[in-house]
């Protein structure tokens, strides 16, 4: 079965500073992973795919397979970075169903 | 920007009526999604809607649930008989056969009293 584990439910950080969201997954095969937003009052969005390899909003996440982990990273964090961020698993053998890890609020303090 | 729209953005109901929650996913998408989240919790697979019919559901959506597209435009889950562990913000989601991504709509929050 697959799971996805976001250990941090809140991570406080100063504005400027380096920031990870850690994000490790369980699976057999080969996984596509995903990060989520979701800022306040608004949906769900996509932030970033791992097969695409981008950088969106200055975030960046590598697939580490060794590891097990994706985890989002952004080395200057801004305010309007404040949200939820979700890392979800997409299973390409059950429909393309997500599964989310649990979460992780962002909150950057000036 | 395109959108997948939901109504209502609340519903209250009490614990055994039956609930609609409707969906207007982007018009050239093909895959159909539901997800709920509970308070606190995980967002979870509900059911997954292609070609007419369900091609994936999750252990949490049984006999009480049902989806349909009845024209071509809408999406609905219906609950037939709501339970107060049915309260949650339900989510729905469509996306293209070519893109990995999906597009979530805004959510309804459905509270069962």
């Known amino acids: 079965a697959q799971r996805v584990t976001q250990p941090e439910k809140l991570l406080s950080v100063f504005k400027g500073a380096p920031v990870e969201l850690k994000c490790n997954y369980s699976?057999?095969?080969?996984?596509?992973l995903f990060w989520y937003v979701q800022y306040s009052r608004q949906r769900l969005q996509l932030l970033l795919r791992?097969?695409s390899r981008e950088s969106i909003k200055g975030f960046t996440a590598d697939l580490n397979k060794g590891e097990t982990s994706f985890h989002l990273k952004k080395p200057f964090a801004q305010e309007e970075d404040s949200a939820m961020y979700y890392c979800?698993?997409?299973?390409?053998?059950?429909?393309?169903?997500?599964?989310f890890g649990g979460g992780t609020r962002l909150m950057v303090k000036p | 920007e395109p959108e997948v729209t939901q109504t209502p953005s609340h519903q209250v109901t009490q614990m055994g009526q039956e609930v609609i929650l409707r969906c207007v996913p982007i018009s050239n998408h093909l895959y159909f999604y539901w997800y709920r989240q509970i308070l606190g919790q995980k967002v979870e697979f509900l059911v997954s809607?292609?070609?007419?019919?369900?091609?994936?559901k999750s252990e949490i959506f049984d006999d009480q649930f049902s989806v349909e597209r009845p024209d071509g435009s809408n999406f609905t889950l219906k609950i037939r008989s709501t339970k107060l562990e049915d309260s949650a913000m339900y989510f729905c989601?469509?996306?293209?056969?070519?893109?990995?991504?999906?597009?979530f709509g805004s959510g309804t929050r459905l509270t069962v009293v």
């Open positions: 979800a698993l997409q299973n390409y053998n059950a429909g393309n169903m997500l599964t």
């Open positions: 699976y057999s095969g080969s996984p596509e």
């Open positions: 791992h097969i």
């Open positions: 989601a469509s996306r293209t056969g070519f893109s990995y991504g999906y597009t």
């Open positions: 809607f292609y070609n007419n019919e369900i091609s994936e």
